[in-house]
T-cell receptor, first 115, second 116 residues
Framework: AQKVTQAQTEISVVEKEDVTLDCVYETRDTTYYLFWYKQPPSGELVFLIR??????QNEISGRYSWNFQKSTSSFNFTITASQVVDSAVYFCALKTPGGSYIPTFGRGTSLIVHP | GAGVSQTPSNKVTEKGKYVELRCDPISGHTALYWYRQSLGQGPEFLIYFQGTGAADDSGLPNDRFFAVRPEGSVSTLKIQRTERGDSAVYLC??????????????FGQGTRLTVV
């Protein structure tokens, strides 16, 4: 069985603060893929990043960075110097061969950035 | 089209009625997924197509739900005898390949179904 846990239901910050969204995953497969999506108020899920289990390098893309740690089964997402436009619900997802590579999503974390 | 297109964007129906929700995936994407999202929850898997066939329909909640993809492109999710509990946003996604973890799924904007 595969599972994604996003323990933070809602996070509220003031603009320019840094914020980290947590994602913990569970799988028995040794090969797996992790994803982050953003869902703005318009409703469409927007793909942000994909990471496979063999690549533990952290990634930075502008103000976004991702910290993948197999030892703690976590794939956390940090937004540096948050902006109001970052306000959205963020989902972590997992694909595994045992799950037929069908994406399993966490419950999401709602990020509210106040001006 | 440029992205995944879902129609209608909103659907209000009476309890007991039949509804069809349409998904037009990205051209060339062989994998197509249907998810259901309730308020405050993550997307919940319903069914996955690889080409024309339903490769995995384990997420369909009961036999009132059915989906087809006859030509391997457009898909229709069909719900019979709708119930108030079916109210949710129905999301469609497509991806290249499918039997491969190393591809991301692209989502449509969803159809908000309200059963009154």
């Amino acid at each position: 069985a595969q599972k994604v846990t996003q323990a933070q239901t809602e996070i509220s910050v003031v603009e320019k603060e840094d914020v980290t969204l947590d994602c913990v995953y569970e799988t028995r497969d040794t090969t797996y893929y992790l994803f982050w999506y953003k869902q703005p108020p318009s409703g469409e899920l927007v793909f942000l990043i994909r990471r496979n289990s063999f690549d533990e390098q952290n990634e930075i893309s502008g103000r976004y960075s991702w910290n993948f740690q197999k030892s703690t089964s976590s794939f956390n997402f940090t937004i540096t110097a948050s902006q109001v436009v970052d306000s959205a619900v963020y989902f972590c997802a997992l694909k595994t061969p045992g799950g037929s590579y069908i994406p399993t999503f966490g419950r999401g974390t709602s990020l509210i950035v106040h001006p | 089209g440029a992205g995944v297109s879902q129609t209608p964007s909103n659907k209000v129906t009476e309890k007991g009625k039949y509804v069809e929700l349409r998904c037009d995936p990205i051209s060339g994407h062989t994998a197509l997924y249907w998810y259901r999202q309730s308020l405050g929850q993550g997307p919940e898997f319903l069914i996955y197509f690889q080409g024309t066939g339903a490769a995995d329909d384990s997420g369909l909640p009961n036999d009132r739900f059915f989906a087809v993809r006859p030509e391997g492109s457009v898909s229709t999710l069909k719900i019979q005898r709708t119930e108030r509990g079916d109210s949710a946003v129905y999301l469609c996604a497509s991806s290249l390949g499918g039997v491969d973890g190393n591809t991301e799924a692209f989502f449509g904007q969803g159809t908000r179904l309200t059963v009154v």
